[in-house]
Antibody, heavy 121, light 110 residues
Framework: QVQLVESGGGVVQPGRSLRLSCAASGFTFSSYDMHWVRQAPGKGLEWVAVIWYDGSHKYHADSVKGRFTISRDNSKSTLYLQMNSLRVEDTAVYYC??????????????WGQGTLVTVSS | QSVLTQPPSVSAAPGQKVTISCSGSSFNIGNNSVSWYQHLPGTAPKLLIYDNNRRPSGIPDRFSGSKSGTSATLGITGLQTGDEADYYCGTWDNSLSSGVFGGGTKLTVL
C-alpha cells in the first residue's frame, strides 16, 4: 500500500535551517510528481512546492521562494524540503503528497501524516 | 488572502445537501482542473474530487464536483455528522507558476 512518512520536523530558531524528508513506499516513486503542503496553526492549507517525477522542474510558492528548495532522490524513494532562513511564520505542519498527473496540472491522492516545524526563539 | 475564494463556513442539517463554492480566475480555475480535499484536524487531508468532477475509488457518490468558467463547486448530499470537516479546493495558477488552495470552508452539520 502507498505510504508517505515525513520526518525532520522540530523546534528551530529563526534564521536557522532544517531539512524535511518524506520516505515513500508502495509505489514507483520515480513515476510521480511530488508536493509539499503546509498548514500553520489555525490556518488553512498552503501549497509550498512541487517537483516533477524526474526532478527536471521545480516550483515554489512565493512565500518560500529563495529560502526553501524541494528535491528528490529517486534511488532512495525520498522527497526532501530544505528550509533555510526560517521565519516564525513558517511554523506549520508540513505534509508531503503524491501527484499522479505529470506536469503543472495536479491533484494529491496520497498524503503523509505530516511533521511539525516550530520556529521560535 | 487566498487566490481562490471559498466561503469561510457553511452549515446544514443531517440528511440535507450543501454546496461549497471556489471562485478563481482565468489564470487558475479557468484553465486548469480543480481538486477538492476534506481535512479533519490532526489527520492527513483526503482527496474527494479530482479533474473537476471525478471521484477516487472509495469516495461515496454523495460527494460531487463541478466547474463552470472560473468557479468550481463541491456538493455534498445526505449530510452526516462525520462530514464535519474543513474543505479545500486546489488548482494550478499559470500566472504565479504555483499551486494554490482556497482558504478553506468549515462545514458544520447541525
Amino acid at each position: 500500500q502507498v505510504q508517505l512518512v515525513e520526518s525532520g520536523g522540530g523546534v528551530v530558531q529563526p534564521g536557522r535551517s532544517l531539512r524535511l524528508s518524506c520516505a515513500a513506499s508502495g509505489f514507483t516513486f520515480s513515476s510521480y510528481d511530488m508536493h509539499w503542503v503546509r498548514q500553520a496553526p489555525g490556518k488553512g492549507l498552503e501549497w509550498v512546492a512541487v517537483i516533477w517525477y524526474d526532478g527536471s522542474h521545480k516550483y515554489h510558492a512565493d512565500s518560500v521562494k529563495g529560502r526553501f528548495t524541494i528535491s528528490r532522490d529517486n534511488s532512495k524513494s525520498t522527497l526532501y524540503l530544505q528550509m533555510n532562513s526560517l521565519r516564525v511564520e513558517d511554523t506549520a505542519v508540513y505534509y508531503c503528497a503524491r501527484d499522479p498527473l505529470l506536469g503543472s496540472d495536479w491533484y494529491l491522492d496520497y498524503w503523509g501524516q505530516g511533521t511539525l516545524v516550530t520556529v521560535s526563539s | 488572502q487566498s487566490v481562490l475564494t471559498q466561503p469561510p463556513s457553511v452549515s446544514a442539517a443531517p440528511g440535507q445537501k450543501v454546496t461549497i463554492s471556489c471562485s478563481g480566475s482565468s489564470f487558475n480555475i479557468g484553465n486548469n482542473s480543480v481538486s477538492w480535499y476534506q481535512h479533519l484536524p490532526g489527520t492527513a487531508p483526503k482527496l474527494l474530487i479530482y479533474d473537476n468532477n471525478r471521484r477516487p475509488s472509495g469516495i461515496p457518490d454523495r460527494f460531487s464536483g463541478s466547474k463552470s468558467g472560473t468557479s468550481a463547486t463541491l456538493g455534498i448530499t445526505g449530510l452526516q455528522t462525520g462530514d464535519e470537516a474543513d474543505y479545500y479546493c486546489g488548482t494550478w495558477d499559470n500566472s504565479l507558476s504555483s499551486g494554490v488552495f482556497g482558504g478553506g470552508t468549515k462545514l458544520t452539520v447541525l
